[in-house]
């Protein structure tokens, strides 16, 4: 084992982490905002990625389908949450998972229907195809490279966002309080409108980055959404910031535990055995993770309100 | 003409009218498999591949009804025991998935109707457990990955990396490649079922030093590991089943599936009378390629088709009998069955090339004549 591997799953696991992190912000945004657990947060990830698939297809520009995707997920989010979401906000949890799950299933079926059950093609764009050579002899794909960068930037820019501007302001006022900022006149539902497409827009954002790599077909999303949720439990419901630490936490602990577990188990099993069992126990890695630092810290690691 | 060569004619076609029916009693089918959902595009092949055998045939006396168990085990068995109780069924047929076919084939062979797999070919129903009611026309589960292990000791390769999902079909597979590669496995990883990201596996593939890769990675699995593969710059060639460069699936991986070499007891360009003209057929009908779950569809339906000319269903044994002469013309070429009812057939290596705007395999090579599974031996049926 070299050096050069394990700074590669490194970089592995953080390009992995920065996309869970996009789709992780949305969801702890309208959970923090709003108390409002949003089970199809995953199939707004899929929208983005077909409507991608569909424009850059389309029109031949990779790019172009990126602004799609922003804009079909945004635009998906904000009429969900005007036909749906709104009426759920006074219900308890259970309504809310029952609803949203609902949401899951048409949105699969809608987009099967329009789209059938094939896989839809989308590539990465020229500009970004294939490796680059980084300091260390390293070869590293350009697009993850590129991703990674991109997640950054997103991560900032919500910083920004939320710390420096009115809506922010709003934002976190609407987090802690928010019976007093309705009484302050705010049109509180209009407010819930926007983090709802903003969420929906950056987890549309994530699905056509990823699709470029995997591959854009119904039920895409679901697997992502579940990991979403354990990043913004062991970061802390509500806080951006809990949502970065606990994305690029799961995305480097799951690829070094896929990659070394079953090395470490070779050590002192037999081979083929040692595979499955380091395997098996690779996938469990981030729930471990996460139960131990719920014993540590029952609230996660960055609670939004104290 | 006399009045009496008139009659004479009239009672000639009257006794073949007669004889037409004698021996033709109809046969209802049952087909269940996967249209909806997840694997899906697999399904859709096989019962298009059927119907156009039934329809080519134009064989009023075959019925089929088709339903779809949306890749869920106890939906199929939920159909199966309908299709056999109420609908009384006289053949099923149809399942893609293993898991599924375990569910329903031994209960459906145990209540003596026949069972015609167009797909799944668990080993567990190929040695042991074989039985006079099961048929396999596609192939054992092990076939195409022992193929590839075999063309991998043949183009030299002495060091392999191995990789397959986590669950029993990707063991198998495994198991399948090494029984028949004799060089050096460098690296064996069993990945997550439904994993879509391998950057991880694919930094192990590059430091591992190997000459090849083999993967089984069915469905999107296999779509989402290509292109990252390709984005990657590692350029140690890449081979597997067909499962993963199909017909159905090539167009959405693309470019970063030419070169590919996989193992199919079919190609499309295989150069038989036959074949061309099931492609032909298929190309007409529904305005697509057929992909190999076609073709297996439409032997089934063949199969079933000759046994009809022989013998009646109500003789269960002399129709059983004639099943397994397995006399079908195939547009795989030769097929014959083995002693457990599985098919012994030649399976070919290909390699994926662009034909056109369309992404498609064509044949370089082969990696077993007449290739018979390893379970057979253990199959008490003669």
């Avoid at chain 2, 053949?91 to 003596?112: E, F, H, K, R, Y």
């Avoid at chain 2, 292990?149 to 198998?172: C, R």
């Amino acid at each position: 084992m070299t050096s050069t591997l394990l700074f590669e799953q490194l970089l592995n696991g953080l390009q992995f982490g920065v996309m869970l992190f996009l789709m992780a912000a949305g969801l702890t945004l309208v959970f923090g905002v709003m108390g409002l657990i949003n089970l199809a947060h995953g199939a707004l990830y899929m929208v983005g990625a077909f409507a991608c698939a569909v424009v850059a297809t389309w029109t031949g520009s990779f790019w172009l389908g990126l602004a799609a995707s922003l804009v079909a997920a945004a635009a998906a989010g904000a009429l969900v949450e005007m036909l749906v979401i709104r009426r759920l906000y006074k219900r308890d949890h259970l309504d809310q998972v029952l609803a949203t799950y609902a949401l899951i299933l048409i949105f699969s079926e809608g987009t099967r229907w329009l789209f059938g059950s094939f896989p839809l093609f989308l590539n990465v764009p020229e500009i970004l195809s294939g490796p680059i050579n980084l300091p260390g002899g390293l070869q590293y794909p350009l697009y993850r490279f590129a991703l990674i960068i991109i997640g950054f930037l997103v991560a900032i820019g919500l910083y920004l966002l939320i710390s420096k501007t009115r809506l922010g302001i709003r934002i976190r006022a609407g987090e802690s309080d928010r019976d007093m900022i309705a009484a302050l006149g705010i049109d509180i539902r209009l407010l819930y409108t926007i983090v709802f497409a903003l969420g929906a827009a950056l987890a549309g954002f994530a699905g056509a980055l990823v699709g470029a790599i995997q591959s854009v077909q119904v039920g895409m999303g679901e697997p992502v959404l579940i990991l979403a949720f354990v990043v913004i439990v062991i970061g802390g419901i509500g806080s951006i910031k809990g949502a970065l630490v606990g994305a690029i936490l799961v995305g480097v602990v799951d690829t070094m535990g896929r990659f070394l577990l079953p090395s470490l188990f070779k050590l002192f099993m037999e081979n083929s055995a040692a595979t499955s069992v380091g395997s098996a126990l690779a996938s469990m890695l981030i729930y471990i993770v996460m139960a131990f630092i719920l014993v540590i810290k029952p609230k996660g690691l960055f609670p939004a309100n104290g | 003409m006399s009045k009496l060569d008139i009659l004479k004619a009239g009672l000639v076609g009257l006794s073949l009218c007669l004889a037409g029916t004698a021996t033709a009693d109809p046969v209802k089918v049952g087909m269940i498999t996967t249209l909806t959902g997840g694997g899906s595009g697999l399904g859709i092949d096989v019962r298009d591949g059927f119907m156009l055998a039934v329809k080519q045939a134009g064989n009023k006396d075959l019925e089929v009804v088709i339903e779809d168990d949306a890749r869920k085990p106890a939906l199929a068995v939920q159909i199966a025991d309908k299709m056999i109780q109420s609908e009384k069924v006289d053949i099923l047929t149809g399942i893609i998935w293993s898991n599924l076919a375990m569910a329903v084939i031994p209960s459906t062979t145990a209540q003596g109707k026949i069972y015609i797999s167009p797909n799944a070919g668990p080993s567990a129903l190929a040695g042991k457990g074989c039985n006079p009611n099961y048929f396999n026309v596609a192939y054992q589960n092990d076939n195409l990955h022992e193929a590839m292990g075999a063309y991998a000791t043949k183009a030299g390769y002495k060091k392999s990396f191995i990789m397959a999902p986590n669950y029993p079909a990707g063991k198998d597979s495994l198991t399948g490649f090494k029984r028949f590669y004799k060089g050096e496995v460098v690296g064996e990883v069993y990945t997550k079922l439904g994993q879509n990201d391998y950057a991880a596996e694919i930094a192990q593939i590059r430091a591992s030093g190997a000459e090849n890769v083999f993967i089984f990675l069915p469905g999107g699995m296999g779509i989402a590991f290509m292109k990252q593969y390709a984005q990657s710059g590692v350029d140690i060639p890449v081979m597997g089943p067909a499962f993963s460069f199909d017909q159905g699936i090539l167009q959405a991986v693309g470019s970063a599936a030419i070169g590919v070499k996989n193992s199919s007891h079919w190609s499309k360009d295989l150069d038989t009378a036959a074949n061309r003209a099931f492609v032909e057929g298929f190309k007409a009908e529904y305005g697509r390629l057929p992909s190999l779950y076609a073709v297996q569809g439409f032997d089934a339906a063949s199969l079933i088709l000759s046994a009809m000319d022989k013998a009646s269903i109500k003789d269960a044994d002399a129709f059983k009998a004639a099943l397994k002469e397995g006399k079908i013309v195939s547009p795989r070429g030769s097929f014959k069955f083995g002693n457990n009812q599985h098919p012994i057939q030649t399976i070919y290596v290909r390699e994926v090339i662009k034909e056109g705007d369309i992404y498609t395999n064509k044949v370089v090579d082969v990696a077993f004549e007449d290739h018979q599974d390893a379970y057979a031996s253990a199959c008490e049926m003669k």
